[in-house]
């Protein structure tokens, strides 16, 4: 969530971590690797809904009973992912952020629900949850403190992982807040990771850590994923299109770097999608959403299904632009060119067929046409000899056949994006050329 700068607090955290590490040198992490790569989840990317963009740490139930964080909210949320459609389109988890906890763990160590807020605890919550044929999320933080200044995991690490198991829980959110070190904050990732996957329940595990790694060292892809289902790389996302601007760029930047470690089991999370909400123009909206698609990102909403319009809830409910993201070959995209204020995406899927994304970045001006060669996209193969080409987004509609020597025209609004599927007619004749 909140960056924190990370830097030594105390000699006792000090001796604490020296401690943490000398024990980490001692288990046997061969083994918990294997279970954490291997875990049978999140073999697409995790779908859901997840409360911090919208919600924050909204605490005043008194004035704004129907806003803070509650079990009555996610309450509310189950029933309506259920009567509403989304537990139909693939959005599974509902997810609890930050400050859902009491100021204090209870007289065995154990974290424990506000009182107030959540009467029944995390166990009845879980219970709703699963009746609905919904799993449910929660949030934990590496460091001493979550970013809002609740308890967090360190020292605790097998007990919350324990507590988490016996409450129900199906994902943790792990936050790197208040973390003392780079060691420290290796060494809690890895140990709740080996913890999780001790209870034996089947928990995803989102994690934070390379957020916190990048401003001092760069992550270790390939070791981040034998341990975590997805990772989050940037800063948090912000209901404004500067925020998802941002993120789009951070990621083509670093796309050498993160691109192949993405993969049934592991992704990216560029963070939530905040569609339905305040800040995007419907244009930003399906840009963000045709992205998120062809980055391979779990697909974790951050706004109130309960007030919603009915263009965004078809929008994150399109079951076209779904399978895409979803895609069982779980190749992440990339950004294959960018010049004159367009930029082009590209994602290998199953069955040789491509989706690849037009944005204009332009925010001056109205539509602007866009051209492209055919034998340009999908590394010369997708449309060889010929293809079937289908835009989903802004709207859908078949373009029709192509040959690998066509070029496509198309019209891109403002900040825009056109979301198009590439299908092969001939797959023996490119199967020659992979």
């Known amino acids: 969530m909140i960056t924190v700068t990370m830097q030594l607090r105390s000699r006792e955290q000090q001796l604490g971590c020296a401690l943490a590490l000398r024990f980490l040198a001692l ?19 995790t779908m859901g809904w997840l409360h911090w963009e919208r919600f924050m740490c909204n605490l005043d139930c008194q004035e704004e009973p129907d806003f803070c964080i509650s079990e009555q909210l996610f309450m509310q949320m189950a029933e309506l992912m259920v009567s509403d459609g989304w537990k139909d389109a693939g959005y599974e988890y509902l997810c609890i952020d930050d400050c859902w906890m009491a100021p204090q763990r209870d007289s065995k160590g154990r974290l424990q629900a506000d009182p107030q807020r959540f009467p029944g605890g995390i166990r009845r919550l879980a219970n709703y949850v699963h009746s609905k044929g919904l799993k449910l999320g929660i949030y934990a933080d ?29 994902l943790l959110k792990f936050d790197g807040c208040y973390c ?28 934070e850590w390379p957020l916190y790694m990048w401003p001092l060292q760069k ?4 070791e981040i994923r034998q341990y975590c289902n997805h990772w989050r790389n940037f800063a948090d996302v912000y209901d404004s ?47 963000q959403m045709a992205l998120w698609a062809i980055m391979a990102a779990p697909l974790l909403m951050s706004n109130d299904l309960r007030h919603i319009s009915p263009q965004a809830k078809a929008l994150l409910q399109d079951k076209d632009v779904i399978a895409i993201n979803q895609d069982p070959l779980g190749k992440q995209g990339y950004r294959l060119r960018k010049g004159n204020n367009f930029e082009v995406w590209e994602r290998p899927l199953s069955d040789l067929a491509w989706a690849v994304g037009i944005l204009n970045r332009q925010e001056i001006g109205g539509p602007r046409s866009f051209t492209i ?44 994006t056109v979301l198009l599927r590439l299908e092969e007619t001939n797959q023996d004749a490119s199967k020659s050329l992979l």
């Not at 070190?181 to 595990?205: C, D, P, W």
């Not at 992550?219 to 390939?222: A, F």
Request: proline share 6%; net charge negative; aromatic share 12%.
């Open 180 to 207: 003392d070190s780079l060691e420290h904050l290796a060494y809690g990732y890895k140990r709740m990771s080996f913890a999780l996957n001790q209870t034996g329940r089947s928990i995803v595990y989102s994690c």
């Open 373 to 416: 060669s055919i034998a340009s996209l999908g590394r010369g193969v997708a449309c060889n000899p010929a293809c079937l080409i289908t835009q989903l987004l802004p709207v859908k509609r078949e373009l029709g056949f192509y040959e690998w020597t066509s070029r496509l025209k198309t019209q891109i609004n403002p900040t825009g």
């Open 142 to 170: 590496v460091g001493n403190k979550t970013c809002a200044g609740f308890p967090g995991s360190f020292g605790y690490y097998d007990i919350d992982a324990q507590t988490f198991a016996d409450w129900g829980v199906d």
């Open 27 to 45: 288990v046997p992490w061969g083994i918990p690797r294997a279970r954490a790569l291997d875990n049978g989840l999140a073999m697409t990317p």
């Open 219 to 222: 992550p270790n892809y390939t």
């Open 241 to 287: 299109w500067q925020s998802v601007k941002s993120i789009l760029d951070w990621t083509s930047s670093n796309q050498e770097s993160i691109v192949d470690a993405a993969g049934p089991g592991g992704w990216n999370d560029p963070d939530m999608l905040v569609i339905g909400n305040f800040g995007l123009s419907w244009n930003q909206q399906v840009t």
